[in-house]
């Protein structure tokens, strides 16, 4: 059974950008889709009733804090993660790979798996390809991740190549730990900036018949350009008919240009953690809710929005949420800047289907104005930190 | 025109509980009521759509938060406040001047107001009578307050006796400035825990026509049974056909004593702030939703509750909400404490309806088990400081 169908391709200046449908144990995904994200198995601020009513029917969480707190033995109990958090859609599960490097200076990675200590309680934690799985497995994820050595994009060759060859055999684990259970296990392209490693991660992951690939190891500290140069590597290479997933990526920017380069899936802390601190989306670029400019606007961030946050709400009540550090402030951006999201994903979808992506695209990059580099690396960061 | 028709009254060994209609500029309101408090024009955490939804026409607002931020001018000029925060039900708003007193060490009192430094960035203040009402009506309250010159329930009887004849000539003052504008101003009854002083304000209050009483100076410090032995005094002594409001209580208990006395109207920040802590509501007391008994706990904190927390979520995921510090923890405790009360109040209407509120109001009282004393005065004070 193909899990994966192609609706419509058109090509653009920057590669082929395709709408599709990838179907899950939990329901049918129109691509291209944004995943918000549930770290800690609730998206930021949100109720997951929410989540679903701005139209999301999938989300992400991440195996590695959840493996930690509460422990997928406990999900398990609970009746999988659907029930625990009450989400009728599908689940993405992030391995974790990212967060065990990026969290944990001392992480230790040996042939058999990594040692860390949990960032929790500084507890001494063991995790391999296999356990990786078979926590996902406990989870009752609807798409799983292996666990992959995640090194800095400006690392050396040979020490990226070493990570990718050793992320490579541990695939070659996780599959078979995998194989006959549940879920749809999809590889991840790994190999930094470098296109020869770039082509022998997609060469290796190709040879499996997988429902689906990742792009890892990208958004990481390179400049856009880099990103994109990498980006349109590995969706040349990669097989057509297979879903595409770009793995934390990102701003409103980012959607476009790289769901006009061929990238099917997205999910990124970006959209709920900006939120939180006040940035909200607009087709302009962000808005600074904490400016005193806004204490007496009375209207909704944006008048053509219909979110319950736009629908209800003017900027100069937000304003004050947030300098009175009320929580419904955090929750009104957070659904304003996911809806936006939801309805850029839309757009998109809709101008693929109707033959005209190349002018939306040219016409939304030309109005949004994306925050500059140095508060983006910045951001990064924080987001590194804290998700 | 009379604002307030009582539908039924019943004598109960503790006085004479009744059910009642409060007719406001935005809606019907039917008493007994308890009104979530919106401090600084939200119910933290929650959205005016969710605090609707549970069944809540009324809440209150605090004139002295809103007047320090953002300023009643900015609330007017959007609209009034019902507009500012999108709450479409009835609003009363408390003048402010128990927060005056209680988060101001250095407050100083005139005959003609009270001079004090913000909490919020120590500019100096000063506050009469009559700003304190222009600030209600710039709001758009439906209920107002008139400031008092509150003080600590254990004062001597002379320093009680001149805060109230303070409290009583101001009251004159914010009378005379409110004749003829928009909403009801209410009087309230202070006095401390003295038989005469008591006797003394509500005689002096009753000689006006008031829409109203509120009974202030209550649940600060002293025990229950001096709380109940004023509040009895008072509710005799108090024109049986006006509504009477007391101040700032409280707790599930409290609310089912304090009908039982004849109390039509409540407002606390206690089931919305100790929500936020991690105290649920039941029938038989409280959980503390982070003790570890609870993490494998797959059923909701009631079984017979009809709340979206309760609808949708264990006592496991609660649990583990909590002990991962997500808002989402907060919002769905608030949730539930603030319908626990809903249905509470809606228990009380229809028990004193139909004859039987001592039976229902024994049984209450049999099964919950209040919080000890101690904790309940370390959460007042807790209370004092944060709202």
Not at 273 to 284: E, H, I, P, Q, Y
Not at 347 to 363: K, P, T
Request: net charge negative; aromatic share 8%.
């Amino acid at each position: 059974m193909n899990q994966f169908i192609i609706k419509s391709e058109v090509e653009t200046p920057w590669g082929i950008a395709r709408t599709g449908c990838l179907s899950t144990q939990h329901g049918d995904i129109q691509t291209p889709v944004f995943m918000p994200v549930a770290t800690q198995g609730t998206v930021k601020s949100m109720s997951p009733q929410e989540v679903w009513d701005i139209g999301y029917r999938m989300i992400l969480v991440n195996a590695y804090h959840l493996y930690l707190r509460p422990g997928p033995s406990l999900v398990s109990e609970s009746g999988g993660l659907h029930t625990f958090m009450s989400w009728p859609g599908a689940v993405l599960s992030d391995s974790g790979g990212f967060q065990i490097f990026s969290l944990n200076d001392l992480a230790k990675v040996t042939e058999e798996g990594v040692s860390f200590k949990s960032h929790i309680d500084g507890s001494a934690q063991f995790l391999t390809p296999e356990t990786v799985i078979e926590t996902q497995l406990e989870l009752g994820s609807d798409i799983l991740m292996p666990l992959d050595h995640c090194i800095t994009s400006n690392a050396s060759h040979s020490e990226l190549l070493e990570a990718l060859e050793r992320t490579n055999r541990w695939f070659e684990r996780s599959l078979k730990q995998h194989r006959g259970r549940k879920g749809q296990l999809f590889g991840i392209v790994q190999g930094g900036l470098f296109e020869d490693l770039r082509t022998k991660s997609v060469e290796f992951l190709a040879a499996s018949d997988l429902p689906g690939f990742a792009i890892g190891g990208l958004g990481v500290g390179e400049s856009k350009a880099q990103m994109h140069e990498a980006l349109d590597l590995v969706t040349k290479q990669l097989p057509q008919e297979k879903p595409r997933y770009l793995m934390g990526i990102g701003s409103p920017e980012d959607f476009v240009n790289c769901v006009c380069r061929g990238v099917d899936m997205f999910d990124c802390v970006l959209p709920t953690r900006v939120a939180r601190n006040g940035a909200l989306f607009t087709r302009f670029g962000r808005v600074d809710i904490h400016q005193s400019q806004y204490k007496n606007h009375w209207n909704p961030i944006s008048n053509t929005c219909l979110c319950y946050t736009c629908s209800n709400f003017s900027l100069g009540y937000i304003h004050h949420l947030f300098k009175s550090r009320e929580i419904l402030g955090l929750r009104l951006a957070t659904i304003h800047n996911l809806h936006f999201i939801h309805q850029l994903m839309d757009d998109l979808r809709l101008a693929i289907d109707n033959g005209n992506v190349e002018e939306f695209a040219m016409e939304f990059l030309a109005a949004y104005k994306p925050t500059n580099e140095e508060m983006r690396l910045q951001a990064k960061d924080r987001i590194l930190r804290d998700n």
